[in-house]
């Protein structure tokens, strides 16, 4: 049964810091591309904060460029989003999806692209 689990959410102050965790089981993340939505309140889950492809390319949106990385490890069938310089408008639920990439995955950049999402943990962003 494929599934991902997001962890690592939470409150925090503006300019601080979270990783979020996406753990997949039931299939291996190597062929996929993984990319980390956030929703806010009120808002459609539609563009990528940013999406790690199968040959470890990346991209993340201008947004949260030079703020956010994303990171994957194979081996532990996970990948992050470390999140730093955090502001007020980062708040959303944030949710991480699969799908298979053929090497493309840093070009699946909206909601549509991918087959498999994570039930998506809170981040608040608030002093």
């Known amino acids: 049964q494929v599934q991902l689990v997001e962890s690592g959410g939470g409150l925090v102050q503006p300019g601080g810091s979270l990783r979020l965790s996406c753990a997949a089981s039931?299939?291996?993340?190597?062929?996929?591309?993984i990319g980390w939505f956030p929703q806010a309140p009120g808002k459609e889950r539609e563009r990528v904060s940013c999406v790690s492809g199968s040959d470890d390319s990346e991209w993340c949106a201008d947004s949260v460029k030079g703020r956010f990385t994303i990171v994957r490890d194979n081996a532990k069938n996970t990948v992050y989003l470390q999140m730093n310089s955090l502001k007020p408008e980062d708040t959303a639920a944030y949710y991480c999806?699969?799908?298979?990439?053929?090497?493309?995955?840093?070009?699946?950049?909206?909601?549509?692209?991918?087959?498999?999402w994570g039930q998506g943990t809170q981040v608040t962003v608030s002093s």
């Open positions: 999806a699969a799908s298979e990439d053929y090497g493309l995955g840093y070009t699946f950049r909206l909601a549509k692209h991918y087959d498999y």
């Open positions: 039931g299939f291996s993340l190597e062929g996929y591309a």
